[in-house]
C-alpha cells in the first residue's frame, strides 16, 4: 500500500521521487531528468515556466497512480 500524499509531497520536494515511490523507476527519472532540462532552460526564461509545470504534472500523477494502485489491489 502506498500513500497518494507522501507520493505528492515526494514529488513536490523533488519531481520523480513520488513515481519512483510508486515503484515506477523509469518514469520517476524521465521526470528528473526533463526538471534537470527545464532548470538549464532557465538561463533563457522559457525555463521559469515549464519547472512549476511539470513539478505540478509529476505531482497529480504520483498522487493518481499511488490511489489508483491501492484501489486495484484491493487497500483502502
Do not use: C, H
Amino acid at each position: 500500500m502506498r500513500s497518494p500524499v507522501l507520493a505528492a509531497i515526494l514529488s513536490l520536494i523533488l519531481s520523480g521521487l513520488g513515481q519512483i515511490y510508486n515503484g515506477q523507476i523509469t518514469k520517476g527519472v524521465i521526470f528528473i531528468v526533463i526538471q534537470l532540462i527545464n532548470a538549464a532552460l532557465t538561463a533563457v526564461l522559457i525555463g521559469w515556466i515549464l519547472m512549476p509545470i511539470v513539478g505540478l504534472w509529476a505531482m497529480i500523477d504520483a498522487y493518481l497512480v499511488a490511489k489508483s494502485n491501492n484501489e486495484r489491489y484491493g487497500f483502502r
